[in-house]
């Protein structure tokens, strides 16, 4: 792709940064050497680790009480910190709060508030908004202050597939940083794994890859030039200027990022509410149907990029009636209630609502219900308001571009008195 063909602003932008660094560099000086090193900002990597909370209500091992339904979190942790006894889920004392199990859980029976799906789509979404690399590493990769463009996680492989795929469907400058034997004495020995597994499933689905970085020294630091000139044009009216009119959108960067992922969270708010419309909050049984954090991510990028659904395989379970006893034994066993039993006695899916973690398949008494795989088009829900968005978007871009000429006519104006007053001077 071209490079943007550099303008006046740029040309300004840089010089106001230049500027600001030599005007800055004896405060820096006098700071460092009378500065107390008590208030040095101070990295500690358990700032970013935390213990999961666990509701085994949410368990679908728990919940039938069968070893066999499914053993996911026992898989993944790194000290088997995990006990499933009989109707209960316990996380130990000792656990390393990797949160590996947080990013493997189908129900999502374990829960982080730092590292939840949706918090993890923001903090790296956000990054990548602004910068010109986003990069994501583990809390032992490195030994100081993070760098702005940096989102530390207690371990790569906390971040499920899902929330990787929704990323990758917006943001393709995404990196792994992770310095080389960062991973061979880590104590999290699944961690590489688990990562490895879920970023190549979201470059699947996606088509987008993950860039992998790891010496400190190739990190890009730089903004986006995006970002730049809406952060100047921002200052340049909170100042006061009449080189754009004030009712041109012109927002802060962080404004700009801050709308976008406010935006984000709409959809999939609107996403929730439409499905809920279409197939009904509860289920025949009047269990309220449980839409995962995770499958929101997934069907939030589909909504986008709905053509993605026809690379995307999940196993859905298929019901042969003849051999169903109508036990309902599957029904009793999801968690999220995506499975119902109707007046009839025909065991019902709702696909969006199913994790796809095949507990049903397991308890079936009959072998009556067989997980197949099947494309992700049953989770693309038409999104009723996309068109409005999209001439809102229209609008947007049509007043932002009077803003930009607005501004290149006051930013010549400016630099034609400035010639004008450098001639005179020399007459």
């Known amino acids: 792709m071209a490079a943007k063909k550099r303008d006046f602003l740029d040309e300004i932008i840089d010089m106001q940064e230049n500027w600001n660094a030599l005007s800055h560099t004896g405060d820096d000086l006098v700071e460092q050497l009378t500065a107390n090193p008590e208030d040095a900002p101070y990295y500690d990597p358990d700032d970013y680790r935390e213990r999961p909370r666990v509701n085994s209500l949410s368990c679908v091992t728990a919940v039938s009480q069968n070893s066999d339904t499914c053993a996911r979190c026992l898989d993944a942790c790194p000290i088997d910190a995990i006990k499933i006894k009989g109707s209960t889920v316990l996380v130990d004392e000792a656990c390393c709060r990797c949160d590996l199990c947080v990013a493997v859980c189908p129900t999502e029976a374990f829960s982080v508030n730092k590292n939840a799906p949706l918090t993890l789509y923001d903090k790296i979404a956000r990054v990548a908004t602004a910068y010109d690399q986003c990069y994501i590493t583990c809390a032992r990769a490195i030994d100081r202050v993070p760098q702005p463009n940096e989102v530390v996680v207690p371990c790569v492989g906390a971040i499920a597939r899902e929330v990787w795929f929704d990323l990758l469907c917006e943001y393709p400058n995404l990196s792994v940083y992770l310095p080389l034997g960062i991973c061979d004495d880590c104590r999290v020995v699944t961690g590489e794994l688990a990562f490895s597994d879920a970023i190549a499933?979201?470059?699947?689905?996606?088509?987008?890859?993950?860039?992998?970085e790891v010496d400190e020294a190739d990190l890009v630091r730089s903004q986006k030039r995006a970002y730049k000139r809406s952060q100047f044009v921002s200052n340049m009216t909170q100042a006061g200027t009449r080189l754009v009119s004030r009712t041109a959108p012109a927002l802060a960067g962080a404004q700009a990022v801050a709308n976008r992922m406010r935006e984000h969270s709409d959809q999939i708010n609107e996403l929730q509410r439409t499905l809920e419309r279409a197939s009904g909050a509860q289920n025949a049984q009047k269990r309220h149907r449980m839409l995962t954090r995770k499958?929101?991510?997934v069907m939030a990028g589909l909504q986008?990029?709905?053509?993605?659904?026809d690379e995307m395989l999940f196993l859905f379970p298929e019901v042969d009636f003849e051999a169903c006893t109508m036990c309902e034994d599957c029904v009793k066993v999801c968690t999220v209630h995506a499975l119902e039993m109707d007046k009839s006695g025909r065991i019902l899916v709702e696909s969006s609502y199913c994790?796809?973690?095949g507990a049903c398949a397991v308890v079936c008494p009959e072998d009556a219900i067989v997980m197949r795989k099947r494309?992700?088009?049953?989770?693309?829900?038409?999104?009723?308001?996309?068109e409005e968005r999209k001439r809102?978007?229209?609008?947007?871009?049509?007043?932002?571009?009077?803003?930009?000429?607005?501004?290149?006519?006051?930013?010549?104006?400016?630099?034609?008195?400035?010639?004008?007053?450098?001639d005179k001077a020399h007459k």
């Open 201 to 212: 499933d979201a470059e699947e689905w996606s088509g987008e890859t993950v860039g992998l």
């Open 295 to 297: 499958r929101r991510l």
């Open 304 to 309: 986008k990029y709905p053509d993605l659904a």
């Open 355 to 357: 994790t796809n973690c």
């Open 375 to 386: 494309d992700a088009q049953e989770l693309v829900v038409p999104d009723p308001k996309a």
């Open 392 to 422: 809102q978007r229209a609008r947007a871009q049509k007043l932002r571009e009077e803003g930009k000429k607005q501004l290149d006519k006051g930013l010549s104006l400016i630099e034609g008195l400035t010639e004008d007053a450098g």
